[in-house]
């Protein structure tokens, strides 16, 4: 940094009429469309958006695949998501009589079977699964209530030992005495 009463050096600069441009004046199309009208006209009707309903990629097709290519794929995960909810609806343990929990399974096992659905789509139908296929654990907080309901009556027990020692001490050592 430069100290406040000195001048700042100069910069180097191009010389004139140097120019860094790939094209330089008439050589670039662009510019030589937009000197006439027609040419204008055609560069307006490049840049409107295009209307219609068969414009861009179709909804739920992910980059990289196609509108067919997708299909292809959720057809396969269609036919393996029935198989998959037939066989859990045969087993008793997954208790799956309902029509309408068969179909709600059946779409987030495809959901989920599907490649190149999102992580949290698919994260969502795993957790839908689970929920209907598993049992959930029991909570810790039954386990911490027993401990400690325990540690209070430990603790009630020997307070209540030491009452008793301490109106009794003669006692107390004579028990102790006679166990040695």
Same mark, same amino acid.
């Given at each position: 940094?430069?100290?406040?009463?000195?001048?700042?050096?100069?910069?180097?600069?191009?010389?004139?009429? !140097?120019?860094?441009?790939?094209?330089?004046?008439? *050589?670039?199309?662009?510019?030589?469309?937009?000197?006439?009208?027609?040419?204008?006209?055609?560069?307006?009707?490049?840049?409107?958006?295009?209307?219609?309903?068969?414009?861009?990629?179709?909804?739920?097709?992910?980059?990289?695949? %196609?509108?067919?290519?997708?299909?292809?794929?959720?057809?396969?995960?269609?036919?393996?998501?029935?198989?998959?909810?037939?066989?859990? *609806? $045969?087993?008793? $343990?997954?208790?799956?009589?309902?029509?309408?929990?068969?179909?709600?399974? $059946? %779409?987030?096992?495809?959901?989920?079977? %599907?490649?190149?659905?999102?992580?949290?789509?698919?994260?969502?139908?795993?957790?839908?699964?689970?929920?209907?296929?598993? *049992?959930?654990?029991?909570?810790?907080?039954?386990? !911490?209530?027993?401990?400690?309901?325990?540690?209070?009556?430990?603790?009630?027990?020997?307070?209540?030992?030491?009452?008793?020692?301490?109106?009794?001490?003669?006692? *107390?050592?004579?028990?102790?005495?006679?166990?040695?």
């Amino acid at each position: 940094m430069p100290k406040p009463n000195q001048p700042r050096k100069k910069v180097a600069k191009a010389p004139k009429g !140097t120019h860094y441009n790939s094209r330089s004046g008439d *050589s670039h199309y662009f510019t030589r469309l937009q000197k006439t009208p027609e040419g204008r006209a055609l560069h307006r009707s490049w840049m409107k958006k295009p209307k219609g309903p068969n414009v861009g990629r179709p909804w739920g097709t992910h980059d990289g695949h %196609t509108a067919e290519g997708m299909k292809v794929i959720r057809d396969k995960a269609k036919q393996e998501a029935k198989k998959v909810v037939k066989i859990m *609806s $045969e087993n008793p $343990e997954y208790n799956i009589d309902d029509k309408y929990s068969k179909e709600a399974l $059946e %779409t987030s096992v495809e959901i989920m079977r %599907t490649a190149p659905a999102s992580a949290r789509d698919r994260l969502t139908a795993a957790r839908l699964i689970l929920d209907f296929t598993r *049992s959930k654990p029991a909570a810790k907080s039954e386990v !911490t209530i027993g401990k400690a309901e325990a540690f209070l009556s430990s603790l009630l027990d020997s307070e209540e030992e030491e009452e008793q020692t301490d109106a009794n001490p003669e006692a *107390s050592e004579g028990d102790t005495q006679t166990s040695v």
